[in-house]
Structure formats: structure tokens, C-alpha cells
């Protein structure tokens, strides 16, 4: 049945109109980009057979140009159209995060470290330096490789506060395997950097370990 002989309640349109985006699924989210099916299959019909066949949303735009486009239904034009989509939910989440407003939800700072991090192939650490309100001063990414104490130096994240003039910093680190349980490594040079940047009077807010999930320090009890 095509999507137009739907009720209009179920037509993803019409739902996202009445009851906004979040009520959606994923496979109904993806059939309004897609916008139309193929013969014999309604956008919803082969957004649903798109995520069964990469395996989630994020390994559907995870996936490189020649896999997504050697799918049936899809093709260059997709792609490009895609690729564009979430560039500008990188460059929309990195403006919320530059407004100059006090960092008040919690999802947002998650959702922009995602963004950033996620993505790598090899462990990044990276700091979002705040001033006295918790306004966002500037995102760095300071050290690559694996993070432990000989690969993350507190002088230099202390050096880089002291620049900026922060008054508080958020760490966010992630883990190329998906799994975002901190290490022990992890708890430790998170430790000696909050020791370090007690010194000058830099509080710190939060570590985020990102993988397949989000762990935060602040929440574990672990600050």
C-alpha cells in the first residue's frame, strides 16, 4: 500500500507535523529524507530494509560511498544528499555550542562530543574550556593516541586553560571499539588532571567516554 492510501495519523509527514520529530522512528525519519520508495516498496518499506541491512541508523551514515550507493534505491545523488545532512547537524550542534548561553542541557554537550569524537579510528582527547558562567569558550583537540599518562599531559591542558581563561572544562575522550566503559587508565589521568587545574582554580565539570554509548564521569560518581 502506498503511503498516500495510509491513515493520515501514520503517514511520517503528517506525524512529524502533529507530533513532532521524536515520536518518529527511525525507519520513518529516513523515509522522509528518501522522500519516495522503489517499485513495489514505499519509503518506509525501504528505509526498514536499509537499517536491517547496515544494521542501525549510524552504520547506514556510517557507510562508505561505493556500499551506500551499491544499494538498491539508492545512489550518488543520496549520498551527497546525506553527507550534506550531517554536516549541517555537525556545524548546528557546534554553533549551539558557541552561542555565548550557559551550558544548560546535558544532551546537547553529549550530543556535540558525539558528534566531534564518535568517528575516529584511534582515541582523540579533547577539552571544552567555559568561563565562570559555563559559557563555551572553545572546543580543542588536544591528544591523539591511546590515552593514558604518557600520552595526555597536564601541563599542556593546564597551559591551554590558562590561555583561554577558563574557569571550568569538560574532558571528552572516545574509545574506537564502541565500548565507552572508562578504564582504569582513564580514571587515573582524569585524577591527576583535576589535581592539576585545582592548582589555578579551574573546576572540572565532566569526562565523557564515547563509544557505542556515552559514559559520564559526573554521573559514575567518578569526579
Same mark, same amino acid.
Given at each position: 500500500m502506498?503511503?498516500? $492510501?495510509?491513515?493520515?495519523?501514520d503517514?511520517?509527514r503528517e506525524k512529524l =507535523?502533529?507530533?513532532g520529530?521524536q515520536?518518529l522512528? $527511525? ?6 529524507f528518501?522522500?519516495?520508495?522503489? !517499485?513495489g !516498496?514505499?519509503?518506509?518499506d ?7 541491512t #547496515?544494521?542501525?541508523?549510524r552504520q547506514?551514515f556510517d557507510a562508505d560511498a561505493?556500499?551506500f550507493?551499491a544499494?538498491h534505491?539508492?545512489?550518488?545523488a !543520496?549520498?551527497?544528499q546525506l553527507?550534506a545532512?550531517?554536516? =549541517?547537524?555537525?556545524?548546528y550542534l557546534?554553533? !549551539? =555550542? ?6 544548560t $542541557?546535558p ?5 556535540? @562530543?558525539?558528534s566531534k569524537?564518535?568517528d575516529?579510528? #584511534?582515541?582523540v582527547?579533547?577539552?571544552l ?5 559555563h559559557?563555551?569558550?572553545q572546543y580543542e583537540?588536544l591528544f591523539?593516541?591511546?590515552? $593514558?599518562?604518557?600520552?595526555? *599531559?597536564p ?8 590561555? *583561554?581563561?577558563?574557569a571550568?572544562?569538560? #574532558?571528552?575522550?572516545? *574509545? ?9 587508565a ?5 585524577q591527576? @588532571?583535576k589535581?592539576?587545574l585545582h592548582?589555578?582554580d579551574?573546576r572540572?565539570l565532566d *569526562?565523557f567516554?564515547i563509544?557505542d554509548?556515552?559514559v559520564?564521569?559526573a554521573e559514575r560518581g567518578?569526579?
Amino acid at each position: 500500500m502506498a503511503i498516500t $492510501d495510509w491513515p493520515l495519523e501514520d503517514r511520517p509527514r503528517e506525524k512529524l =507535523m502533529s507530533r513532532g520529530a521524536q515520536a518518529l522512528s $527511525d525507519a520513518e525519519l529516513l523515509a522522509i529524507f528518501l522522500r519516495v520508495g522503489v !517499485k513495489g !516498496k514505499s519509503a518506509v518499506d525501504l528505509s526498514r530494509e536499509l537499517l536491517q541491512t #547496515f544494521g542501525s541508523l549510524r552504520q547506514l551514515f556510517d557507510a562508505d560511498a561505493q556500499n551506500f550507493c551499491a544499494t538498491h534505491g539508492m545512489g550518488v545523488a !543520496k549520498y551527497v544528499q546525506l553527507q550534506a545532512v550531517l554536516e =549541517m547537524s555537525r556545524r548546528y550542534l557546534g554553533e !549551539k =555550542m558557541r552561542r555565548g548561553d550557559p551550558l544548560t $542541557d546535558p544532551d546537547a554537550v553529549r550530543f556535540y @562530543l558525539v558528534s566531534k569524537l564518535r568517528d575516529y579510528r #584511534f582515541e582523540v582527547f579533547a577539552c571544552l574550556f567555559l568561563d565562570n558562567r559555563h559559557r563555551v569558550i572553545q572546543y580543542e583537540e588536544l591528544f591523539r593516541g591511546t590515552i $593514558d599518562g604518557a600520552s595526555v *599531559h597536564p601541563r599542556e591542558v593546564v597551559r591551554r586553560a590558562l590561555y *583561554h581563561n577558563a574557569a571550568a572544562i569538560i #574532558f571528552a575522550h572516545n *574509545h574506537p571499539s564502541g565500548v565507552a566503559e572508562p578504564s582504569q587508565a582513564d580514571e587515573r589521568i582524569t585524577q591527576k @588532571l583535576k589535581d592539576a587545574l585545582h592548582l589555578i582554580d579551574v573546576r572540572v565539570l565532566d *569526562h565523557f567516554v564515547i563509544g557505542d554509548e556515552v559514559v559520564s564521569f559526573a554521573e559514575r560518581g567518578l569526579l
